[in-house]
């Protein structure tokens, strides 16, 4: 069955680090993978997505992507956090009809 | 462009009170989908439809029912609404390609007393 996982419901990094930010797909065929934003008390906006054309996705705002087949990862990364990257960061895969999300995971930046 | 549109955008309910959620979008999207968030569960799928004529049970189906007469509309009824219906709920839309990234609309929030 289609599954995402978030590892870590919150994260907290410093302001200037790497933040990284977890995610494991299951799937019998390797899907489609997307990462969005939240902020607050507003939709989802779309960071970035995979769609087999290349294993490493560069999105907006500086954010990218590694997809690894071996380890059924999609983990969402950026060298340097800023204060307007807080937010909360869901993880989504889509196959079968179907687009499915995972728990999410609320980043806060501390100065 | 209008987008997607959802309507209400906050709603209070009684138990036992029936309501629809409205979705509508404008780009001539196949595919539509409804997800309530909670706090701690992400988004998850309630009712999603890929054309009209055409609708599908999501992850979280039960005490929600859902209609596509057209491309443009895919409503949400509760026929009898339960406090644990209280939540967010966004309608999203996409072209219909699995590859293309989900539009969503702004949310209605609803509480159910």
């Known amino acids: 069955a289609q599954s995402v996982t978030q590892l870590g419901s919150h994260v907290s990094v410093s302001e200037g680090a790497l933040v990284l930010l977890r995610c494991n797909y299951s799937?019998?065929?390797?899907?489609?993978l997307f990462w969005y934003v939240q902020y607050p008390n507003q939709g989802l906006q779309l960071l970035l997505k995979?769609?087999?054309?290349?294993?490493l996705v560069k999105g907006i705002n500086g954010f990218e992507a590694e997809f690894k087949k071996s380890e059924t990862s999609f983990h969402l990364t950026k060298p340097s956090a800023h204060m307007s990257d807080a937010a909360e960061y869901f993880c989504?895969?889509?196959?079968?009809?179907?687009?499915?999300f995972g728990t999410g995971t609320r980043l806060k930046v501390l100065a | 462009n209008a987008g997607v549109t959802q309507t209400p955008k906050f709603q209070v309910l009684k138990t036992g009170q029936s309501m629809t959620l409205q979705c509508a979008q404008d780009?001539?999207?196949?595919?539509m989908s409804w997800y309530r968030q909670d706090p701690g569960m992400g988004l998850r799928l309630i009712h999603y439809?890929?054309?009209?004529?055409?609708?599908d049970q999501g992850e979280v189906p039960n005490g929600y029912n859902v209609s596509r007469s057209t491309t443009e509309d895919f409503p949400l009824r509760l026929l009898s609404a339960a406090p644990s219906q209280t939540s967010v709920y966004f309608c999203?839309?996409?072209?219909?390609?699995?590859?293309?990234?989900?539009?969503f609309g702004s949310g209605t929030q609803l509480s159910v007393l």
């Open positions: 989504a895969s889509s196959g079968t009809y179907k687009y499915i």
């Open positions: 799937s019998s065929v390797p899907p489609y």
């Open positions: 995979y769609t087999s054309a290349a294993t």
């Open positions: 780009m001539n999207h196949e595919y």
């Open positions: 439809s890929v054309g009209a004529g055409i609708t």
């Open positions: 999203a839309s996409s072209p219909g390609d699995l590859s293309e990234k989900l539009f």
